[in-house]
């Protein structure tokens, strides 16, 4: 009987043994799971992402480059001749000219922020980009579209009240007043688009580093992270939505009542110089918002359409409009035609 119950002894410290020696494989799995669930509750921010370009075309990169880097060039050039115009010629030192010269600076910034990039990945397969430098991509991106619509609704404002009350015109609309109005377009596109920073920064990123763009845009990076992005879209679609659609709201009440005016004028010579005054303004309205709508129609409902032609309308979206811009103005505005004469002049003396 003590024989069997030392035998049984002996088993059971055995049976502890292996028991305890089999464990440990376990212990150490589940340490080692919960350390790697740890890394993946903290946020990741790899050090660079990768940019494909415009994935399904890439054997058309260096064609598309062509005509890109013209209407780069164009619009550079362009925007850049309009504002030293409207700088040294003192008779454009006008509220209308002010605003348009800021149209003209916002245009610059807005294509350079993107299309430099885009001509490197094209001509030189330079893909990547740094985590801080595309959140700053982002970031200026969304601050000139944001800006370029208040400086529509502001000249839109310029012409309401320079043909609906024109013997207020030089008392409401001061040099001061056009500063004040500069400074409030700035701080407004600022306040709205610098949460979009703390947004990306704030998202873990743990799966891939590639984008299938060209350029950086809010929801595109936003879509890398490994985790609930809701706050994101939210954001990222409905606050800039909201501010342009009440932009375009507001331009369209003050059309409106600058047409009721036109209309009411006794000469036909009076007329015809308003309307031919805001035609050029309101065609580069629609060139700005006709693309941005139909942009965010095509993300929103049109699955059908392949991603390279999104990706390659959002290029030309970005160039297009810069380049435009100071072409309708120079065919439109006699005095800009006028001031660009005299400057070439002067330079060719």
């Given at each position: ?86 700088v040294t010629e003192r008779s454009l030192h006008e509220p209308m000219y002010m605003f348009l010269s800021m149209l003209a ?245």
């Open positions: 009987m003590e024989e069997v119950r030392r035998t049984s002894s002996q088993k059971w410290t055995r049976i502890k043994l292996l028991s305890w020696f089999f464990s440990l494989p376990l212990v150490s799995g589940r340490s080692h799971i919960s350390n790697m669930m740890n890394v993946n509750h903290t946020i990741f921010h790899p050090a660079v992402f990768v940019l494909l370009g415009i994935p399904g075309l890439e054997r058309y990169h260096k064609w598309l480059s062509i005509p890109l880097c013209f209407m780069y060039t164009t619009a550079v050039l362009g925007n850049s001749v309009l504002i030293l115009v409207i600076s916002t245009d610059i910034l807005l294509s350079t922020t993107t299309v430099p990039k885009a001509l490197a990945i094209f001509w030189f397969c330079a893909r990547d980009i740094t985590f801080d430098a595309c959140v700053t991509q982002v970031f200026f991106v969304h601050l000139m579209f944001v800006g370029e619509s208040a400086i529509l609704l502001a000249m839109a404002f310029d012409r309401f009240v320079a043909i609906c009350d024109p013997l207020r015109y030089s008392v409401i609309l001061t040099l001061p007043v056009v500063g004040r109005m500069a400074l409030a377009i700035v701080v407004r596109s600022f306040c709205i688009m610098f949460p979009v920073i703390f947004l990306v920064r704030r998202l873990p990123f743990c799966r891939t580093n590639v984008i299938p763009h060209s350029y950086c845009e809010h929801i595109g990076v936003a879509r890398l992270a490994c985790a609930d992005i809701t706050v994101n879209i939210w954001y990222g679609f409905s606050v800039p939505m909201v501010i342009v659609i009440t932009d375009v709201v507001l331009i369209a009440v003050s059309y409106t009542l600058i047409l009721r005016a036109i209309f009411r004028m006794p000469s036909q010579d009076a007329r015809h110089k308003a309307l031919s005054t805001c035609g050029s303004h309101f065609f580069v309205i629609l060139i700005f918002y006709f693309p941005c709508f139909f942009s965010v129609l095509t993300h929103r409902f049109g699955h059908n359409i392949p991603r390279h032609a999104h990706i390659l309308f959002a290029n030309l979206y970005v160039v297009i409009p810069p380049m435009l811009n100071p072409i309708i103005y120079g065919v439109k505005t006699k005095e800009i035609r006028e001031a660009v004469n005299h400057l070439f002049i002067r330079i060719k003396k």
